[in-house]
């Protein structure tokens, strides 16, 4: 049976915890018993209750780690190198996995060539509520050594991503650990040296939008984004331009232009395939 890491790091998320901690245990790959659960949260010392939350999910197999950190990817770092699952995903407090989108995560991964998979980059709104979602179109390794995503083109979305553990000797997690704001850009940078990012047309997770977060600090985000990526060349800065445009483009023509990276549900053979296929 193939085992599932899913990582959380919070910090005094009493509000937010306890959903996400259900939208990981509620996924339909566990409760089916197709795929086996390694669950670790690790908690950054909260003082306003979310400990004692977590504490109620131990029962349910929950790992709980609180201790006074250095910041959310240091936190990550600690338990994503502790990760002994076929497959990981990190999902952080407030944000939430869809309850299939593990299992349309793992139906990906076991197809031939597959290492990493994203899907609809979802946003959520305070009430838990999808307000927004969209397909991406493609992700070009060269794009994520030159720091396109989150530049010149979207994000690659965190929530929406899983992996094979086996990308993890692309990571330097002593790094990864270091950073307050481009962590992901500089993991999906590592894995992008080994594995080309496939695009599922399915929902796996969503981000949640609420004032403040650390991810409306786009200045020092970019600051950190240069410390790791090197500048794009007139051809890739062209091309990011083209893949741009694309990216704008309604979902039935990212469907018929994204054929090489593109995983979609095939409802005559019952399966996720590839789009060419």
């Known amino acids: 049976m193939a085992k599932f890491t899913v990582v959380t790091a919070c910090r005094n998320s009493a509000h937010y915890i306890e959903e996400t901690v259900r939208s990981v245990l509620e996924q339909t790959v566990f409760k089916s018993g197709r795929c086996e659960l390694e669950y670790l949260v690790r908690d950054g010392a909260s003082t306003d209750g979310t400990l004692e939350i977590l504490r109620e999910f131990e029962r349910d197999g929950v790992r709980v780690v609180s201790e006074p950190d250095d910041g959310l990817y240091n936190a990550l770092a600690k338990g994503l190198k502790l990760a002994v699952g076929d497959y990981v995903a990190y999902l952080n407090a407030g944000d939430l996995f ?12 076991d ?31 060269e794009l994520f050594e030159c720091g396109a995503y989150g530049t010149i083109l979207p994000f690659a979305q965190q929530e929406s991503t899983v992996w094979r553990r086996s990308l993890h000797k692309s990571v ?32 796996i997770g969503g981000f949640r939008v609420h004032p403040g977060q650390k991810s409306e600090r786009m200045d020092l985000y970019r600051q950190e984004l240069r410390s790791f990526t090197r500048k794009p060349s007139p051809t890739e800065r062209a091309q990011a331009l083209v893949d741009r445009a694309v990216w704008a483009m309604p979902e039935r023509l990212k ?9 979609r549900y095939d409802y005559v053979r019952q399966e996720w395939n590839f789009a060419a296929a």
Do not use: M
Request: one cysteine or more.
């Open 255 to 263: 469907l018929l232009i994204n054929r090489s990276t593109l995983i």
């Open 172 to 203: 330097d997690f002593e790094r990864f650990g270091s950073f307050r704001l481009a962590g992901d850009s500089y993991l999906w940078k590592s894995f992008a040296s080994l594995a080309q990012l496939h695009v599922v047309r399915g929902l």
């Open 98 to 109: 869809h309850p299939s989108g593990l299992s349309i995560a793992t139906d990906c991964l």
């Open 111 to 141: 197809l031939p060539g597959v290492e990493w998979v994203t899907g609809y980059a979802a946003v959520l709104n305070d009430r838990s509520q999808i307000t927004h979602c969209w397909l991406p179109y493609k992700y070009r390794n």
